[in-house]
């Protein structure tokens, strides 16, 4: 079994920055790329950021463009997400997945972790 758990939210105010980390654990999986989404209350989950894991490509939804970074640490199986200039609607519970090597759907989630910025 593969867990995903991310740590690093909080609580920060607008123009600040917060990192996020998703660390990999348990039977080794063969993912090609790790994805950021976030839900806001009340909205549904969206995409926010993924990285390919062997190439280190990688991908941001327009609205997170020039703040957030994603990267990762193989040896370690931990991406991380670099947020910067957050701004209030960046609040959400964050979540990071694991896209399948297979269908390209996930095959793990994480639990969450919530980021609140305050104006």
């Known amino acids: 079994q593969v867990q995903l758990v991310e740590s690093g939210g909080g609580l920060v105010q607008a123009g600040g920055s917060l990192r996020l980390s998703c660390l990999a654990s348990?039977?080794?999986?063969?993912?090609?790329?790790m994805d950021w989404f976030r839900q806001a209350a009340g909205k549904e989950r969206t995409f926010v950021a993924r990285i390919n894991w062997s190439t280190g490509n990688t991908y941001y939804a327009d609205s997170v463009k020039g703040r957030f970074t994603v990267s990762r640490d193989n040896a370690k199986r931990t991406v991380f997400l670099q947020m910067s200039s957050l701004k209030p609607e960046d609040t959400a519970v964050y979540y990071c997945?694991?896209?399948?090597?297979?269908?390209?759907?996930?095959?793990?989630w994480g639990q969450g972790t919530r980021v609140t910025v305050s104006s």
């Open positions: 997945a694991a896209v399948s090597p297979s269908s390209g759907e996930y095959d793990y």
């Open positions: 348990g039977r080794t999986f063969s993912s090609p790329a």
